[in-house]
């Protein structure tokens, strides 16, 4: 009987023991971010755009496309329109709701078509080294030989205006960015004690960079590429501002801006309301990825 | 440290310097051909012909073989690019096809405006992002920290093309106190420097201002904080040096890196102004290279993008010379 105190401690301990320890690198990243009431209510606003975004159409809206004539160009404030109408006469709430279907898609997808291209160049870069990494590294210094923005506008310039074109530039404007910053923290990991150890067990080069290299470099680009989605955001509005890249009457945070330029003097806020959007998702992108890394500071 | 220094040693480490200058110089030669590359290939990545903007709808086979063959597009394209190189090397980008005019005198009299707006957002840009960012990286986590920090992540979250119109709003259509496009009173003639002009660059200037102001304050953030928790400033403290001394050797620690992105930043004014150029109609490089995209002027959008881009080059070239002079202890490739 005098055994069982013991038993019971040493079941307690076994208890406990295991879920301080299950929690692993990034349940602590994760929890560290929840803590950051900043980062949380970035995410908050971005998850309503979002949502918004997406269920649009069963929102109660206006018909985002159906002008009128006589209605054009009504104050913020205005019964039935809340937030005015544009310089057709189209509800300017609707259309800015609706508006985040095509922007939100023009700013993020370049970011993600350049995260899966960038990262693996740069791992590849990064692993292999040697020839294989000056071929991959001069060709991406090629192309930091021009101010990003210059660089996205004489691409889709020269492909012409298009959703599609629009988002292929954007991809060449970051996948460079995005492999110098993979190839960097690869070099780092590849040296690492581990990687080593799988080698010299004879783990084949595509298994060391799948398995245990990839999980270990990811977590610095993501956080990069969360920042670029603040820059995409900016650029892909850019693109259609300057009449490259959604085409009217498509409602988009860019195209809008540009189309109701001729407005401010008739009724500015409402021309100025598009390029809220942009600077609310923008901005809370890059709190958002700024909350991100120094939730992975862990030594902070 | 710099009293030890024999005479020998320094003459040793200023060879170092001017190798690493020759070398990077060097360096430069290749990136110099792929940028010409890659703006000769961008005319040729265009869809449809690269005529259209001259041939009328109606003209005859034979005349679109006479203007190809003038233009040079009925050669294979390693020669039309050998040529081209050959040309701009000699300072001839080719004839615009909309207005008939050199490419080169038409982009090199529209980067003078463009510098003149480059110049007074950097003044502006960097005096504040220099001062909010030494602010708040010494009073870390202080209100005025959290205040400067807030600026700079707006500044570099802003659309910057509207914060243009935002502000055309509240300057120009509100309260009518600044002109809201344009370069100088009736149209866009000469610059001068005389209030007549110097009202039509402010606005302009302010909207292009913000982005390097957010970049270098959150740069010079940053660095002050680290100096700041380095060891020997703990030693300068100890030693007895006022706070003010102590300052001065951040400042003289942060100096290189922070004039390093100032640098980058010029680079990115000069060559990415054509969104708050089209929201100004100011007359430089960026308004250029817009009206050559929609008048699909090919060699315009060449030579405008390829001077701009080679501008960038250069200036990266000059900022790693200068940061190797100033600062020997970088690390050199």
């Excluded at chain 2, 040529?83 to 080719?94: T, Y």
Aim: aromatic share 8%; hydrophobic share 50%; proline share 5%.
């Amino acid at each position: 009987m005098s055994e069982l105190p013991i038993g019971a401690i040493a079941d307690t301990a076994l208890q406990v023991a295991p879920v301080t320890k299950a929690r692993g690198y990034w349940a602590t990243v994760g929890r560290r971010l929840s803590r950051d009431k900043v980062s949380m209510a970035c995410a908050l606003i971005l998850m309503a755009i979002f949502i918004a975004a997406l269920i649009a159409p069963w929102l109660g809206l206006a018909d985002p496309y159906q002008g009128s004539m006589i209605r054009r160009l009504r104050h913020i404030g205005t019964p039935n329109y809340p937030l005015g109408t544009d310089e057709l006469g189209r509800d300017m709430l609707s259309r800015l709701i609706y508006g985040g279907r095509l922007s939100l898609i023009i700013g993020i997808l370049p970011v993600i078509l350049a995260f899966c291209v960038g990262s693996s160049l740069g791992l590849v870069a990064g692993y292999i080294g040697g020839k294989i990494n000056t071929a991959i590294m001069r060709t991406v210094d090629v192309f930091y030989a021009f101010p990003s923005v210059l660089l996205a506008i004489a691409i889709s310039g020269a492909l012409g205006a298009g959703i599609v074109n629009s988002i292929v530039s954007l991809t060449i404007v970051f996948v460079p960015q995005i492999t110098r910053v993979a190839e960097s923290v690869t070099t780092g990991v590849r040296n690492m004690d581990f990687v080593e150890a799988a080698r010299a067990s004879g783990a084949n080069a595509f298994t060391i960079m799948r398995v245990h290299m990839l999980g270990n470099v990811l977590g610095p680009i993501f956080v990069y590429a969360t920042g670029l989605i603040s820059v995409s955001m900016i650029l892909a509005a850019g693109l259609s501002f300057l009449g490259l890249g959604t085409k009217p009457p498509e409602p988009e945070w860019g195209l809008m801006l540009n189309t109701l330029r001729t407005a401010i003097y008739v009724n500015p806020w409402v021309a100025a309301l598009p390029g809220a959007m942009i600077f609310a998702v923008s901005i809370c992108f890059n709190l958002l990825s700024d909350g991100m890394r120094s939730a992975m500071d862990i030594r902070n | 440290m710099r009293a030890t220094f024999s005479h020998k040693g320094r003459r040793k480490k200023e060879q170092a310097v001017l190798a690493y200058v020759a070398r990077r110089i060097v360096y430069v030669i290749p990136i110099v051909i792929s940028v010409a590359l890659v703006c000769f290939l961008l005319v040729h990545i265009t869809p449809g012909d690269p005529l259209v903007a001259v041939l009328p709808a109606d003209a005859s086979q034979e005349l679109a073989q006479q203007l190809r063959a003038a233009y040079g597009f009925d050669r294979p394209l390693p020669v039309q690019f050998g040529l081209w190189l050959w040309r701009a090397v000699n300072g001839d980008l080719g004839h615009s096809i909309a207005t008939g005019r050199p490419v080169l005198s038409e982009v090199l009299r529209a980067v003078g405006n463009t510098v003149t707006l480059a110049i007074a957002a950097a003044l502006i840009g960097f005096t504040l992002g220099l001062l909010f960012g030494l602010i708040a990286g010494y009073f870390r986590d202080g209100w005025v920290d959290k205040l400067a920090t807030s600026f700079a992540i707006a500044g570099v979250s802003v659309p910057h093309y509207w914060l243009g119109m935002v502000l055309v709003i509240i300057f120009s259509v509100e309260l009518n106190w600044l002109p809201a496009v344009g370069a100088g009173p009736g149209g866009s003639g000469a610059w001068g420097w005389d209030w007549e002009h110097l009202r039509y660059l402010i606005l302009p200037a302010i909207t292009t201002s913000v982005i390097p102001m957010g970049i270098v304050t959150r740069t010079v953030r940053a660095l002050t904080g680290d100096i700041l928790s380095q060891d020997f400033v703990e030693a300068l403290r100890a030693k007895g040096l006022r706070e003010t001394d102590v300052f001065r050797h951040v400042v003289k620690n942060a100096a290189p890196t922070a004039l390093a992105v100032m640098g980058l930043q010029l680079g990115y004014m000069l060559g990415g102004s054509i969104l708050i150029e089209t929201v100004f109609s100011w007359p430089g490089s960026g308004l250029l290279l817009n009206s050559a995209i929609f008048q699909r002027d090919l060699p315009l959008l060449q030579g405008t993008i390829l001077v701009l881009a080679l501008f960038f080059v250069f200036l990266n070239l000059m900022v790693d010379i200068a940061q190797a002079a100033i600062d020997p202890r970088i690390k050199r490739g």
